[in-house]
């Protein structure tokens, strides 16, 4: 049985008048129920540790290669090099997630991604000077960090209560939005104070506690049988069936191709230089970097409600085409303070679709195929915006930023609209479970 908090059931009628307040409060405010296992609060501490010590990695690795090169596109670069590596064995991580101890696998990859954070810690220390050195860590980095991601999310639904999960994935979306604000604030003051090798150190010592976190958590004996053979020889195969089993999974797929067009038709990242040189003026780049991260946490902090959803595809397809109405609204502003606040209402609406997206995920997938459904999910979230930048970097070069936002936006729009009247299985869509709502 999962641990959680004791309950009693009140019959008492006179203190019932006063607890409508708080219950309505509860439907507003964020959900905070999982919090109450502390299995959740175990896996949510080394959550937040891992994701703001990437950020300040990823920060680090771009100024110490713009200061190696000069050049700005061998910073770009630099995310290919982490880009491969993240499909390849995020894939292979989900795979091994569904045929090892869960929790195993975590702590291993975890410590192989401090270590990574060690040698470029190092390096830099050291003054080697050599971006082909520092590519090399990102890409074995990349690796490591991708093999846990998928365990970690596919450990969730055996920790807490179905009913919870929904809260529980709106807490972890808003902490990977809070992680992008506060991590890169970090390493900035790290950097500017004492340089690139302490950011990489002190992602090591967070990814360090990160594991401490996870000795509390149970063991996550293998979901999935390999009939003996080794988990590692098995683990392509294993990658294979699990595509096999998403081609009869159409809720699944369609999950997945809405986030890909989202992704790919309204991420926004690649205009902002251009925006803040031409338009919005010195100053505003980190802003628009951050827009709609605030927007995601500050949506989080009032998401009580989405606990009690019932139709979550038609509030999935909703959500993603509020997103694309809010880039199509930001491509026409030419007020910083308007711009940001579209921005965060495109955030806000993906943090919405994400959680709702990542329950769907974890509730419809049997356990043995879990892994490497959350393998499938995490590649499509990572190589969906980079399919984005290039799709809006080209577009804005050919025509203008204007253009290729409210376009995309535009597309997105259109899209959903047509995912609403023809495929009506994911519109219909209601979990099992609808007692939260």
């Known amino acids: 049985m999962t641990e959680g908090p004791e309950t009693t059931r ?11 307040a708080p219950r309505r409060l509860s439907r507003v405010t964020m959900d905070t129920r999982p919090f109450g296992y502390p299995q959740f609060r175990r896996l949510f501490a080394g959550n937040v540790l891992t994701q703001v010590g990437a950020q300040m990695t990823l920060v680090a690795v771009g100024v110490q290669v713009y200061r190696m090169t000069g050049s700005s596109a061998m910073v770009g670069y630099t995310s290919l090099w982490a880009l491969i590596p993240l499909i390849v064995f995020g894939l292979i991580g989900g795979a091994l997630a569904d045929t ?36 090399a860590l990102v890409a074995l980095q990349s690796a490591a960090a991708a ?35 506060v991590g890169p604030l970090v390493a900035g003051v790290i950097v500017a104070h004492a340089g690139v090798t302490w950011a990489y150190l002190a992602e090591a010592v967070l990814l360090v506690l990160a594991i401490l976190t996870l000795f509390g958590l149970p063991v996550m004996a293998a979901a999935h049988d390999t009939g003996g053979r080794s988990p590692f020889r098995t683990a392509l195969s294993d990658t294979a069936a699990g595509f096999r089993y998403l081609r009869t999974q159409p809720l699944l797929s369609m999950q997945y191709v809405v986030d890909l067009i989202a992704m790919i038709f309204g991420w926004p990242l690649a205009v902002f230089p251009a925006l803040a040189d031409q338009r919005f003026g010195e100053g505003s780049i980190g802003w628009l970097y951050a827009g709609a991260s605030i927007g995601a946490v500050a949506a989080g902090l009032f998401s009580g409600w989405i606990s009690h959803i019932v139709r979550h595809g038609a509030t999935i397809i909703a959500s993603v085409a509020v997103w694309g109405g809010a880039i199509i609204a930001f491509a026409f502003t030419d007020s910083l303070l308007l711009g940001l606040f579209f921005l965060a209402v495109a ?12 329950t769907m995920l974890q509730v419809l997938t049997p356990d043995a195929m879990r892994g490497r459904m959350q393998g499938v999910f995490m590649v499509v979230v990572a190589g969906g915006p980079r399919l984005g930048d290039v799709r809006l970097g080209q577009m804005a070069t050919l025509l203008t930023p204007t253009v290729a936002l409210w376009s995309g936006g535009l597309t997105i729009v259109v899209l ?18 609808s007692s939260a709502a």
């Open 347 to 358: 955030g806000a609406a993906d943090l919405v679709s994400a959680s709702l997206r990542m």
């Open 147 to 181: 093999a846990y991601r998928p365990a970690r999310s596919a450990m969730l639904p055996k920790l807490i209560p179905e009913s919870l999960i929904p809260a529980a994935n709106t807490i972890s979306s808003s902490t990977m939005s809070g992680s992008m604000i």
């Open 10 to 20: 009140r019959t008492d009628t006179p203190d019932r008048a006063p607890q409508r």
């Open 416 to 433: 959903m609209l047509v995912i609403a009247l023809t495929f009506r299985l994911l519109w219909r869509y209601r979990p099992a479970d």
């Open 100 to 135: 090892i101890d869960r929790r195993t696998l975590v702590i291993w990859s975890t410590l192989l991604t401090a270590l990574t954070s060690l040698m470029l810690y190092l390096q830099a220390a050291a003054g080697l000077d050599n971006v082909w050195i520092v590519w």
